[in-house]
């Protein structure tokens, strides 16, 4: 296999999309002259369908970037500064080997060196592999990676057994289409041209949002629910289901667990409570309800900002209801998704090696400005000495930004940072270590839209003295002296291994079929009805509408509505202070803080900015083009106000994620998030977040 380590010189090369993205594109890269000139979307897959968003087209300049990091980097400014001198590999993996052998051998022991990564690449062995048994031998504290998707898929498997969906491609069968809490052509690109089909079939598609995003824009209705709230509509809906007999019966009592119990906790969401809750007319939660009930085959497409608050799990489990009380899962184009990702049956016990690891303290990555300020690490045990991170940037992604950055600031963390860019985060390195793009290393990625394998091939030479994550750890292991045969495996080597597992879901996915086509479907049918006839993945195989392992998490068996922590009707002296909720998703041209440094899109993106409502801007004296200042007790950040209806009252918008050093005052929307967690998986609560919003002087 030697032999296919070496990219070719001039022409189309297979490749993934390595985002944090459901559609997970199959690419084409043309080479000529051994630079990479053009990415596409495979026109032969059938998910991809020959197109790339407008984030991915621009990964070639991404790769080519002028700021791009080509060698390794030693700190001589002050921590954030981001003034750093270049420096041989030898001289950076010599002394950053020292520093972490010596906190290895203290008191403190290696406990007190902290990984910290998440979905900066979504392949299994630059972002899983060689790295987590790098730091399993090493006996370094473990980090739960949470930041993201960890409270709707407990949700999921409390309800269904496993965060697994409905298939994409039976959308097309579908006779009603809920998009619930996802902004599909941003975030989801790929699964909008199936939304189209099955409006072409005559189904109605409609936003469940509190925003009137670019997808609610280009949908048949725009439901504005207040933020939060979704699983009261959820309970809303049953209870007109159950209370008009629109339920399955049949569906109920043979593949279902606690239906008699949901009916009779549904009664306690009469229409006109539930229009309370969430800001939605009753009568317009009843016609919701019959619409649904009265289909056949509703497809209900939700997404994770809906679970970025107090209640998150449980919202999810109630939405993941629905389909069972209604039987919709038996046909395509029917049922929930949230995620594919649960088909994928890689062998990531043998990717990860956790059994390598001593017992060692697990820290939650969204409390990182804990871990770094506590002198337990905010768990107990060592003071977190050593922070090594990769594939992401917390200095921006992480909540509470403000005690992030003080604990980056201490004069005694020594922080590695393995990076493609000078990030806010790489600002604060002791050590930056430049990193292979996707186009320069191999990798093997499953995805979370749709049920395709899909292989990346390096269609370039790295650039400068880049190096993969993998190689990256493979060195730092043989400096420090780790010895275990499992270090030494490369890279192709490793993708065999996350190949070698006997599930039967994976039957057919082989290296030579990667290598040949560039990606597979994993073996279920096309459309792939997972619960078609029951066969939960729960403990009694039935979809749980009474769950015993939810009970014993302390939470309500039953589907019940949680509010949010900062919930404006019961968080009411909170509220009197700062009474809008601060809703703070990425721009439409960044994927989380990727390629807020492609200039082109930072430019489409303007500036940060503030979407309010004109009823909330008025009484606030401020009009569009204002600078405004968002502000609560952890913290505020400026934008510029956009005064506009596409939001509703009393909520207001802001992108998420700008690196700071490309805002006027330094800051970002994370400024004034918490690190408080979700009911189920302790997970982020982003959206969870009441501001108030002033003219800034």
């Known amino acids: 296999m030697t032999s296919l380590m070496a990219p070719p010189v001039t022409g189309i090369v297979r490749g993934a999309c390595p985002h944090d993205c459901p559609d997970t594109c199959a690419m084409l890269v043309t080479v000529e002259d051994g630079r990479a000139v053009r990415v596409a979307g495979d026109p032969d897959h059938p998910y991809t369908q020959g197109f790339l968003c407008a984030k991915v087209n621009r990964y070639v300049d991404r790769t080519y970037h002028t700021d791009r990091l080509l060698h390794p980097l030693r700190r001589v400014g002050e921590k954030g500064e981001g003034k750093f001198v270049a420096v041989s590999w030898d001289e950076a993996l010599g002394e950053i080997a020292a520093r972490l052998n010596e906190i290895r051998a203290s008191g403190d022991g290696p406990q007190a060196i902290l990984p910290y990564s998440y979905a900066g690449t979504m392949g299994y062995v630059q972002s899983q592999s060689m790295d987590r048994r790098f730091f399993h031998i090493l006996g370094a504290s473990k980090l739960d990676r949470t930041i993201c998707s960890k409270a709707g898929s407990v949700g999921m498997q409390m309800t269904v057994g496993a965060n697994v969906g409905a298939d994409a491609e039976g959308m097309p069968e579908s006779d009603l289409v809920l998009l619930w809490g996802t902004n599909t052509l941003t975030s989801n690109p790929h699964l909008w041209p199936f939304v189209l089909e099955a409006r072409k079939r005559g189904a109605p598609i409609i936003a469940i949002d509190p925003l009137k995003t670019r997808t609610a824009e280009q949908c048949d209705e725009w439901i504005p629910i ?109 049922g929930i998704q949230l995620s594919t990702s649960a088909n994928f049956k890689f062998n990531t016990t043998a990717l990860e090696r956790a059994d390598l690891s001593p017992p060692v303290r697990t820290i939650n990555m969204i409390r990182l400005g804990e871990a770094l300020t506590r002198p337990d690490g905010g768990v107990g ?20 930004r403000g005690e992030v950055l003080r604990g980056l600031r201490r004069p005694d963390l020594f922080t590695v940072v393995l990076e493609h860019f000078q990030t806010d985060t790489a600002d604060f390195a002791d050590f930056v270590l430049p990193a292979t793009t996707q186009l320069e290393h191999w990798d093997v990625h499953f995805a979370y839209g749709h049920h395709y394998a899909t292989l990346n091939r390096p269609s370039i030479a790295p650039m400068g003295e880049c190096k993969p994550n993998s190689e990256i750890f493979r060195l730092l292991a043989d400096r420090m002296g780790l010895k275990h045969a499992v270090l030494l495996d490369d890279d192709l080597a490793l993708i065999k291994q996350a190949l070698e597992t006997s599930h039967e879901k994976m039957r057919g996915v082989t290296m030579d079929g990667l290598l040949e086509k560039g990606w597979q479907r994993i073996n279920v049918p096309t459309p792939f009805l997972p619960f078609a006839e029951g066969a939960f993945l729960t403990p009694s195989g039935k979809c749980e509408f009474y769950s015993q392992r939810v009970k014993e998490m302390g939470l309500d068996p039953l589907p019940t509505f949680t509010p949010p922590f900062e919930f404006p009707d019961t968080a009411t002296e909170l509220a009197a202070r700062f009474p809008l909720t601060l809703i703070s998703s990425p721009a439409h ?49 400026l934008a510029v106000a956009r005064v506009q209806e596409t939001v509703r009252e009393a909520t207001v918008w802001a992108p998420s994620i700008w690196w700071g050093k490309y805002s006027v005052d330094g800051k970002n929307a994370n400024d004034t998030t918490s690190q408080r967690e979700t009911d189920m998986g302790h997970a982020p609560v982003f959206y969870d977040n009441l501001v108030e919003v002033s003219a800034a002087d």
């Not at 045990?381 to 509470?400: D, H, K, W």
């Open 381 to 400: 045990g060592p003071p977190v000495r050593a922070l090594i991170v990769y594939n992401s940037n917390p200095a921006a992604v992480a909540p509470e």
């Open 589 to 637: 041209q960044f994927l989380n803080t990727t390629f807020v440094n492609v200039d082109s899109l930072r430019r489409a993106a303007r500036e940060p900015e503030l979407v309010i409502h004109p009823k909330d801007a008025e009484p606030r004296g401020i009009s569009s083009g204002m600078r405004v200042v968002v502000h609560n007790d952890r913290g505020e950040f």
């Open 226 to 334: 207040r933020p939060g709230t979704d699983g009261a509509l959820a309970l809303g809906m049953m209870q007109v289901l159950f209370a008009e007999g629109l339920e399955d019966r049949d569906y109920l009592e043979r593949f279902t667990l606690g239906a008699d119990a949901l009916r009779e906790r549904v009664r306690e969401y009469p229409p006109e409570r539930v229009a309370q809750i969430t800001g939605i007319p009753a009568e317009r939660v009843v016609t919701l309800a019959r619409q649904y009930g009265k289909a056949k085959a509703a497809f209900v497409r939700i997404n994770y900002g809906l679970q970025r608050h107090g209640g998150a799990g449980m919202a999810v489990r109630t939405i993941a209801c629905l389909p069972a009380v209604t039987g919709h899962w038996r046909r395509a184009g029917g």
